[in-house]
């Protein structure tokens, strides 16, 4: 890239990181302190402005970048990712949107704490929300670097390095100083700018191919290399039954998983109602809707404008598709209109990648504070508040993000957010759907239902190729994978509903039917939410 490039998407993204500092620190001195600013804003969202949050949550660099660069990479297969993170969202409007928000406080424990008892049950939760918080910021960060190395033409991973580091240091500062209300005000500048410079992608190319659909994706199966079997299921996951079943496993996890994101559960509390929260996914399910469909319009436009080979000689796995085929829209490398695109959509990538990790914090941060240190803290020992907890939590939290991220810097960032839709819907989706809606469900059944999900989602990705015996690898040099699937879900998620299940029948105490009962009220009707 050209120093023209360089200089104008480093200007645009300093001028978003002013911003939003702007916002964060003017929300730090109008703030009571109290854990219900810190953790939900104060419950004063609209219904339009959390679901431009959600929004913004959700449409990640995983979404923006790694979605298209797989598209631009794979064809048919790729929009697998499209297609089941829009569908995901059906299960959360339908079956735990208003009832999470009846239910519970701040975090994912509450719902299930509310009948159980809560010390083991907060820390199994607690521990599984971290876990997946950790998954996705991985994924985040890998999006920041790949970014860096385009922008600074390949060179030096001094630079590359240094950028996840700023990254994981501004989402440490977004948390600690402005909390909740700060990380929603951020996520809806971030949404408005990534629909709008989406939109404009979108528009171009179709511009670009007169209108006409069928133009584009022959062109595009011209250019791949692949002909028309890249418009056609089975080129990444189509080769024996292991990619067909890493097909399954990977469609399950998506559009289970989201369900079981706790940066998205904890947003249903950023609003006063549960009819407010059902209508704050009503709107972000449009803005996610359009969202996707354009991705699928950007990756196979990437495909035919740039070319396969080309897209994956800039990243072995795509990731930078998307701000290649905004340089060749603007007119090409060297042109004014070349240049201010690609500093434009770098600049909306970079804000996506902030805002997204800052919301990821606050939650894992939320459960280290509001679950694990609530349950695990000694009576007789010196006591720390909640938010302070939570302050330092973000930081820890941040600094593990940092270390993984550069660890994982070769991986495609849809692929590593795959990982954690896994291990969220084998340990944190059984738990929730069995709390709100077993009857007999028990504290025993909770906690093997959770760690039933998360310790065979860990291992298997510990001991399947993506960590060892490929050439992608994490480690490509050594060889202990012993489990072929790269996604576990399809093994993970039916063992985390068994083990609740077995836990249940097991466990020696009785379900405690009158506060099952209370609870169902509350979840269907809200009486006595917070």
């Not at 001195?29 to 854990?35: I, L, P, Q």
């Not at 409007?93 to 719902?111: I, M």
């Not at 083991?120 to 950790?134: D, K, L, Q, W, Y």
């Not at 576990?488 to 009962?517: M, Q, Y």
Request: hydrophobic share 55%; aromatic share 10%; net charge neutral.
């Amino acid at each position: 890239m050209t120093g023209d490039h360089q200089t104008l998407a480093l200007l645009l993204f300093s001028l978003f990181v002013a911003v939003t500092l702007a916002i964060t620190t003017w929300v730090s001195r109008n703030r009571h302190g109290s854990a219900e600013e810190f953790y939900a804003g104060g419950r004063l969202f609209s219904p339009m402005e959390n679901g431009f949050a959600i929004a913004g949550d959700y449409m990640s660099a995983a979404s923006f970048l790694g979605i298209s660069g797989l598209i631009a990479l794979y064809g048919y297969d790729g929009m697998l990712y499209s297609v089941g993170f829009l569908v995901a969202w059906l299960v959360v409007l339908l079956l735990v949107a208003e009832l999470v928000r009846n239910c519970g406080r701040f975090t994912l424990a509450d719902v299930v704490a509310a009948r159980m008892a809560e010390r083991p049950v907060r820390i199994a939760a607690g521990t599984s929300s971290v876990a997946v918080s950790v998954l996705y910021l991985v994924a985040q960060m890998v999006g920041a670097g790949s970014l860096v190395a385009l922008l600074l033409g390949g060179t030096g991973e001094a630079a590359r390095t240094w950028t996840v580091v700023g990254v994981g240091a501004l989402m440490v500062i977004y948390v600690s100083l402005g909390g909740m209300r700060a990380t929603t005000w951020i996520q809806i500048v971030k949404a408005v700018l990534l629909m709008a410079g989406t939109v404009a992608l979108t528009v171009l190319v179709l511009i670009r191919f007169h209108g006409d659909v069928n133009s584009l994706l022959s062109t595009a199966a011209e250019r791949s290399g692949h002909g028309t079997a890249f418009l056609g299921p089975g080129l990444r996951y189509g080769g024996d039954w292991t990619a067909r079943l890493d097909f399954i496993s990977l469609g399950l996890a998506l559009v289970l998983g989201t369900a079981g994101l706790p940066h998205i559960l904890s947003r249903f509390y950023t609003v006063p109602t549960a009819r407010a929260a059902r209508r704050s996914v009503v709107w972000s399910i449009g803005l996610i809707g359009g969202f996707y469909l354009m991705t699928i319009v950007l990756g196979f436009g990437a495909a035919a404008i740039i070319g396969s080979a080309e897209v994956r000689a800039s990243n072995a796995s795509g990731n930078t598709a998307v701000p290649l085929l905004a340089l060749d829209l603007g007119g090409g490398a060297g042109s004014t209109g070349g240049t201010v695109l690609f500093a434009v959509v770098a600049a909306v990538a970079f804000a996506t990648i902030l805002a997204v990790v800052a919301g990821i914090t606050l939650a894992s941060s939320a459960s280290v504070a509001h679950d694990l240190y609530a349950s695990l803290r000694r009576s007789g020992g010196r006591q720390y508040g909640e938010v302070t907890v939570a302050r330092v939590a973000a930081a820890v939290i941040g600094a593990a993000a940092i270390g993984l991220g550069l660890l994982a810097r070769d991986l495609n960032v849809a692929f590593l957010v795959g990982l954690a839709f896994a291990v969220a819907a084998s340990a944190n989706l059984p738990v929730l759907l069995y709390s709100l809606f077993w009857r007999r469900f028990t504290t025993r059944g909770a906690v093997w239902s959770v760690y039933g999900g998360l310790v065979p989602a860990v291992l298997l990705v510990v001991f399947s190729p993506v960590v060892s015996g490929s050439p992608e690898a994490l480690f490509p040099g050594v060889d202990f994978h012993v489990f072929p699937l790269q996604n576990p879900g399809v093994v993970s998620i039916p063992l985390g509903f068994l083990a609740g299940w077995l836990g249940t029948v097991a466990s020696p105490e009785p379900p405690d039917e009158a506060r099952h009962a209370e609870t169902e009220v509350r979840a269907l009707t809200g009486a006595g939410a917070a």
